[in-house]
């Protein structure tokens, strides 16, 4: 009887191993059921072995195989290999690809009524109502008809009975429409066709390839990234397509240009969905009728049949790197899944990551750059505001050759963004007081105070409490007070300084969900707003017409803390909220207001000398082995007191091993040092670029033996360091 070898969505070290019974057809990569201790798992069949491997075994029977096509070779590989690669157990990785494993049960169905066009015995006031209503509406649930007649639900089952209606039941997960490759698409400049024809040629000789679009923002990455998904739509019928996107530019507005340009929705999947538009989405994937997928980091990892084209939209974005669970970066892993899988991969970005452009210059990616903004659109003039020598007034933020800008901006009639990344009304509340800086419980995690809610929020834990009247400390009564600027306040200086502006703020308080979003859009868009104040939502996949001044009022904010990272970072996201400006026809500029102008990060923002700007970072990394250079992993130990952590903690770096040029730095608190209630410590490794850390992690952590509440996670490449 042959054998076959099942991997389960668990964090278990190893397959199992059980019997294929007579007439169970088990095809390898087969979804199935078997017993698994108490109860039956799903489970996916890694390999199917020969007989011989189950002689003298007793084994236990595989239960039931699912309808739906095997997960590909190329998938199961690449299960394994992440797995190895992130020093996860790879049943931990499979969890992940079985997120949404529902999708694997029949299609779910519903219960739609019909009007017949029979009059019912009896006309009550209700029944007439809910005639209107199905109407009006057409076949719906009887929820939904009971709740637009305003009538309960019982009176559809009365109608059905009379057979004034008439019940029918329907799928409700449909099968996404096909894309067209063959719809026009914008006409292209010279540059962009050239780009366009690299890519178009590569994805039509199939294998691997890596390239990356190199192009200031507004240039068109996404109109030539889309003459590459045209041509993987019509060279293979079958083929399937990825887009990856930070979660934040996940928008509607993005969501419409696809379904513009190939005439049908893409297959959404990202953390806002519904339960049953992610298992429509899983479903549609695994079968191979999802053509083209756009979504966030975890659309990765979904089974797909026939992968061909992967694009990274915004590839040096910090959200691509995971941080809970099995940490993973999805650039990196999108380049290997690719790989396995011979198909293309396509990095997009204004900025791309130092990592990125390395990789570029070594040959291993094919760079294709667009130096131009097309038509008459222009990049916007950046100045830097050096705050030292014309400070705001105290306890304001703008200054004043930002707010001179602001108000010529208002008399033309044109628009402002102003871009602070901190949600609320000031990021510290202290006490006047006893001098207390209020804090979660706990951690070192200050509270910012909103004051649309009236509450201190934690943006780490989320730990929330109304504003109290008194100290929690010394007990004062109304001494409380916000330090530092957020969103909110510097909405509040606006509206004093320019009493006639409309103003709004942008951020995930006031934007929560699509709807709320598109109404800041869409006011924004037909010229209601003046005065947009917004967090880094704002910062992507954005095109305001007539907005023409971009005011950055804390550039050094992301500066601060002993990043090495910190730099690339603020570069990448403050040109990324500077190229929103003038994107028409009309000019745009960007004032940044800064206490250390001559940082290089500023500078190469204010002379749009990136590549000066990486030459600076790629010099410094070198010099230290940082990555991309050299390699680091990160071992981050939690539990839940400081004392009992950084005991362990030496217990922990004695078991290191040695290892050729690797060195091991710690343990120090982690970037965030109590999450949850547990306090966490963080051991860096660095090794030469041509040491496998993954395997030396895995010896390290495998000689291990913690304490119960004690956790221990490795995150390899983490993204701060
Ligand atoms: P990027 O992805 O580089 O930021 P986009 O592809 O979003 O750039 O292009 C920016 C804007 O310019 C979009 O509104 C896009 O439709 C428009 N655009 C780009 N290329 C062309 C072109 N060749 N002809 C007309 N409009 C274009």
């Given at each position: ?315 040096h ?34 900025t791309p990551a130092l990592e990125t452009m390395v990789n570029a210059e070594l040959?291993r ?194 500066m601060k803390g002993g990043d090495l990272r910190a730099g690339e970072r603020t570069y990448q ?23 250390a102008?001559d940082n290089p990060a500023m500078l190469a923002?204010?002379?749009?000398n990136r590549d000066g700007f990486l030459q600076i970072e790629r010099d410094v990394r070198a010099e230290l082995g940082l990555p991309p250079f050299g390699r680091l992993a990160a ?24 290892g050729e040029g690797i060195e091991v730095f710690g343990?120090a ?14 051991f860096l490794v660095k090794a030469p670029r041509n040491v496998?850390l ?23 490449d983490p993204y701060s360091f």
């Amino acid at each position: 009887m042959p054998v076959a070898r099942i991997l389960f969505p668990l964090p278990l070290p190893e397959p199992f191993d059980y019997a294929i019974p007579e007439g169970l057809a088990v095809p390898e990569g087969a979804y199935v059921t078997a017993p698994l201790g108490k109860y039956e798992r799903l489970g996916i069949v890694l390999e199917i072995l020969p007989d011989s491997a189950g002689e003298g075994r007793k084994l236990k029977d595989v239960v039931h195989v699912y309808d739906a096509p095997p997960m590909s070779r190329s998938m199961r590989d690449f299960i394994l290999w992440a797995a190895k690669y992130t020093v996860s157990h790879p049943g931990h990785v499979l969890g992940m690809v079985l997120r949404a494993r529902a999708g694997l049960g029949p299609s779910p169905t519903e219960t739609v009524y019909h009007l017949t066009g029979q009059e019912p015995s009896r006309l009550t006031e209700a029944r007439s109502r809910l005639l209107a209503a199905a109407e009006e509406l057409g076949p719906q649930t009887a929820t939904a008809l009971a709740a637009a007649a305003e009538v309960s639900s019982g009176v559809v089952k009365g109608l059905a009975e009379t057979g004034a209606l008439r019940a029918e039941v329907v799928e409700t997960d449909l099968p996404y429409a096909e894309p067209s490759p063959d719809l026009p698409g914008a006409v292209l400049t010279v540059e962009q066709a050239e780009a366009a024809e690299e890519l178009t040629a590569a994805v039509a000789s199939g294998g691997f390839h890596t390239f990356l679009i190199d192009g200031v923002t507004g240039s068109g990455k996404t109109e030539v990234y889309f003459e590459a998904i045209a041509e993987a739509l019509r060279r293979d019928p079958e083929a399937q397509i990825l887009v990856l996107l930070p979660e934040i530019a996940l928008t509607q507005a993005i969501l419409s240009r696809f379904e513009a340009r190939f005439g049908a929705a893409p297959a959404p999947w990202h953390s806002g969905l519904s339960d049953k538009d992610r298992r429509r989405t899983w479903r549609e994937v695994v079968h191979g009728r999802a053509r083209i997928v756009i979504g966030a980091r975890s659309a990765l990892f979904l089974p797909y049949r026939r992968l061909k084209l992967i694009i990274i939209d915004e590839e040096h974005d910090g959200s691509y790197k995971q941080e809970d669970g099995v940490t993973y970066h999805a650039r990196d892993m999108a380049v290997m899944r690719a790989k396995l899988e011979e198909a293309v991969v396509v990095l997009a970005s204004a900025t791309p990551a130092l990592e990125t452009m390395v990789n570029a210059e070594l040959g291993r990616y094919t760079r294709l750059q667009l130096a131009a903004r097309p038509g008459a659109s222009r990049l916007p003039d950046v100045e830097l505001v050096d705050l030292r020598r014309a400070p705001p007034e105290r306890n304001h933020w703008l200054s004043p050759h930002l707010i001179q800008a602001m108000q010529e901006t208002l008399e033309a009639g044109e628009q402002t963004l102003l871009f602070l990344n901190r949600r609320g009304y000031a990021p510290l509340v202290i006490c006047k007081s006893c001098g207390e800086r209020l804090k979660t419980p706990g951690t070192e995690n200050w509270l910012t105070e909103h004051r649309y809610t009236g509450r201190l929020v934690c943006h780490v834990t989320g730990y929330s409490i109304p504003k109290p009247k008194t100290c929690p400390h010394c007990g004062a009564a109304d001494s409380l007070m916000g330090v530092g600027p957020g969103v909110e306040r510097v909405a509040e200086e606006v509206r004093v300084l320019m009493p006639e502006a409309r103003i709004e703020i942008f951020s995930s308080d006031t934007a929560q969900g699509g709807e709320a979003t598109r109404g800041i859009v869409d006011r924004m868009e037909q010229g209601e707003i003046d005065v947009l104040i917004g967090t880094q939502i704002v910062a992507k996949g954005h095109n305001f017409p007539n907005l023409t001044l971009v005011g950055v009022v804390d550039a050094d904010s992301g500066m601060k803390g002993g990043d090495l990272r910190a730099g690339e970072r603020t570069y990448q996201l403050l040109s990324q909220v500077a190229g929103r400006a003038g994107r028409a026809e009309r000019p745009g500029r960007a004032l940044v207001q800064t206490y250390a102008p001559d940082n290089p990060a500023m500078l190469a923002l204010a002379d749009n000398n990136r590549d000066g700007f990486l030459q600076i970072e790629r010099d410094v990394r070198a010099e230290l082995g940082l990555p991309p250079f050299g390699r680091l992993a990160a071992m981050i130990l939690s539990a839940p007191s400081a004392e009992m952590v950084d005991q362990v903690a030496q217990d922990v770096i004695s078991q290191a091993p040695n290892g050729e040029g690797i060195e091991v730095f710690g343990p120090a608190p982690a970037p965030i040092t109590v999450l949850r209630g547990r306090h966490r410590r963080r051991f860096l490794v660095k090794a030469p670029r041509n040491v496998d850390l993954s395997a030396y992690m895995a010896v390290w952590t495998a000689r291990l033996k913690l304490p119960n509440p004690v956790r221990m996670s490795v995150d390899i490449d983490p993204y701060s360091f």
